[in-house]
């Protein structure tokens, strides 16, 4: 397990966001944090990056409670974040952006990064502001990859990209994760959830209130009706 969450409660000011939340991704493991708008999910994510301190519980990752260490230290354990806004700089080229996402000693190097999207390869000297949003998101993405992450936790990738593009990031995701790296992802689009993850988790209120694997929560439309509001054609 290289991830175990115990019952973490968050705050903004004095609304209690996030109510004794709790989940695992395992070495490897691909898992989503599911839920409507609100329900706490951005929250849980920036939890465990430390940009949101919880006020109780532990975030143990690879054994150790990082729960209280500030989010450099906690990147430079392994936990990599790529927020919803993706936070690329936009005068700084695709290349430099990604080398100031790079660690010393770090095994993924330029030409992993371009391997696993061409685009970036292809738009390297272009600058970050000159992207599209696919683009952008792929290079927040490999940008986090060269810090050499062991859980790449993602918020939103695909939100509000072309179909296109999504299937070309959901191809990328699949390749990192057969590099051996565990993601924790928030997404809304249910197709790419049951195309990619092997194990599912509901939020609902700050609390979790479903975990299952991908094949039974793929069949339950009662529990994506319940909690989603949507269905899976």
């Given amino acids: 397990m290289i991830l175990d969450v115990q019952d973490i409660h968050g705050y903004y000011g004095k609304s209690h966001i996030l109510q004794g939340v709790s989940l695992t991704v395992g070495e490897g493991e691909t898992v989503t944090l599911l839920g409507r708008n609100g329900a706490g999910k951005s929250t849980t994510l920036k939890s465990i990056a430390g ?3 919880p006020q109780k519980g532990r975030v143990v990752f690879k054994g150790d409670d990082v729960a ?5 230290r906690i990147a430079a354990r392994g936990v990599c974040f790529v927020p919803e806004h993706r936070g690329i700089f936009r005068l700084l080229s695709v290349e430099e952006n990604l080398r ?3 660690r010393k000693g770090s095994p993924w190097q330029l030409a ?11 738009r390297r000297t272009n600058g970050g502001g000159q992207l599209s949003g696919g683009e952008q998101q792929m290079l927040a993405i490999g940008r986090a990859l060269m810090n050499h ?9 695909v939100e509000g990209l072309a179909p296109v593009i999504v299937e070309e990031i959901v191809a990328q995701l699949k390749l990192i994760r057969q590099a051996g790296v565990a993601i924790l992802l928030v997404e809304q689009n249910l197709e790419v959830c049951t195309q990619l993850a092997d194990r599912h988790y509901i939020i609902e209120q700050g609390r979790i209130v479903y975990e299952g694997g991908n094949v039974a929560f793929a069949a339950d439309e009662s529990i994506k009706d319940r909690y989603l509001g949507v269905g899976v054609a």
Avoid: N, Q, S, T
């Fill in 51 to 53: 940009v949101v301190a």
């Fill in 68 to 72: 209280r260490l500030a989010p450099h």
């Fill in 100 to 102: 100031l996402g790079a």
């Fill in 112 to 122: 992993d990064i371009y391997r696993i999207f061409p685009r970036l390869k292809e």
């Fill in 149 to 157: 992450p062991r859980l790449l936790m993602l918020d939103e990738p």
